[in-house]
């Protein structure tokens, strides 16, 4: 196996051993976080009917309009939490558990899941 190979059998590994312990029921969604190279998803999934209920990501138009040039994935990062968390408070979301999807929680995973924190969200 070369080093790619390995690199991304690890993830899926993190990722399972995460879902395992992480489901989202109707008392509590989970927040699914999704990183590319260049962007942030995030979306509140009910796992019991496997319906996306909020999402909201770096390519919205929302938070394209708030993002300047100088501005570092991080701290997009923390707008995504934040409209997130702001979208799941007008569908009458409050508690979630957070599903950091085998990345480990750091730089812009931890960003994320502090302005949705600072949004209102609860895990």
Not at 32 to 54: E, G, P
Not at 88 to 98: L, P, T
Request: without cysteine.
């Amino acid at each position: 196996m070369n080093r790619l190979d390995s690199k991304s059998h690890r993830q899926v590994r993190r990722k399972m051993r995460v879902r395992r312990k992480v489901t989202g029921t109707p008392e509590r969604y989970r927040l699914s976080v999704f990183r590319s190279v260049n962007h942030i998803y995030a979306q509140i999934i009910d796992d019991t009917t496997s319906k996306t209920l909020v999402s909201a990501s770096t390519v919205d138009k929302e938070i394209r309009a708030q993002i300047s040039k100088d501005m570092d994935k991080s701290a997009e990062s923390k707008l995504v939490g934040v409209l997130l968390a702001k979208r799941a408070k007008a569908n009458n979301i409050a508690r979630v558990a957070f599903d950091r999807n085998g990345y480990l929680y750091h730089g812009r995973v931890k960003s994320l899941a502090e302005g949705a924190r600072e949004g209102g969200l609860d895990f």
